[in-house]
């Protein structure tokens, strides 16, 4: 079974609605992320917490809000889902420390119409 | 603002054949810099790590440089095969800041026959 997990693989929704995604890991790692991909543009960070009681906006955070409800579960919800939302989103964990190593899940392709 | 430039920003090349990418950072203080190979519909998954010290790591037919002294990186594939048509991404993460990563928006790959 995969490491990182992501649900669902893909989604089309409408403008408005909410919208959550979720992700699971068995690598029994603290830090958990929440990524967003673009056509011509590199990943970037929208959540990421190092443990439970521990939640930090990243980059483009505004629109997204997230959810630790476990070690291992990170969920990450789009409120009232609007167009400029679509892109391919990626879970990852790692380690503690600089140099660990951050593994991702497979992405969740959404579409808002 | 850190930032992470790749290119090309897209490569064809026949089965066999070598290849280099090439990744140029202004992110500090540096940390570490990794590539990850990204197949189309998958999560990154890290090839290499590079740390200051280290000017080169290989990975099977992978090998990677640094020169942290004009901050450039590269990825040089020998004998590429089918499998490696991928986007290879550079990511470089800035001591301290919590494994936070500046992602490059990648090279795309194709090999062909």
């Known amino acids: 079974d995969a490491d990182v997990t992501q649900t669902p693989r893909n989604r089309i929704t409408k403008t408005g609605k909410r919208i959550m995604l979720e992700c699971s890991q068995t690598?029994?790692?603290?830090?958990m992320y929440w990524y967003r991909q673009d056509p011509g543009l590199g990943l970037r960070l929208i959540y990421y917490?190092?443990?439970?009681?521990?939640?930090n906006k990243g980059e483009i955070s505004d629109g997204y809000s997230v959810s630790r409800q476990a070690q291992a579960k990170f969920s990450l919800s789009l409120e009232s889902a609007i167009p400029n939302q679509t892109a391919l989103y990626f879970c990852?964990?790692?380690?503690?420390?600089?140099?660990?190593?951050?593994?991702f899940g497979p992405g969740t392709r959404l579409t808002v119409l | 603002k850190n930032q992470v430039e790749q290119s090309p920003q897209s490569l064809i090349i026949l089965e066999g054949k070598n290849c280099t990418l090439q990744?140029?950072?202004?992110?500090?203080?540096?940390?570490?810099l990794r590539w990850y190979k990204q197949d189309t519909g998958r999560g990154p998954v890290s090839l290499t790590i590079?740390?200051?010290?280290?000017n080169t790591k290989s990975n099977g037919r992978y090998t990677a440089t640094l020169d942290a002294d004009t901050k450039q990186s590269s990825l040089h594939i020998t004998a590429s095969q089918l499998s490696d048509s991928a986007s290879y991404i550079c990511?470089?993460?800035?001591?301290?800041?919590?494994?936070?990563?500046?992602f490059g928006t990648g090279t795309q790959l194709k090999v062909e026959l």
């Open positions: 990852a964990t790692s380690g503690e420390g600089d140099y660990n190593e951050q593994f």
């Open positions: 690598k029994g790692h603290d830090r």
């Open positions: 917490s190092f443990d439970v009681k521990d939640i």
């Open positions: 990744c140029n950072y202004t992110v500090s203080p540096f940390s570490n």
């Open positions: 590079m740390t200051f010290s280290e």
């Open positions: 990511v470089v993460s800035a001591l301290g800041r919590g494994n936070k990563l500046t």
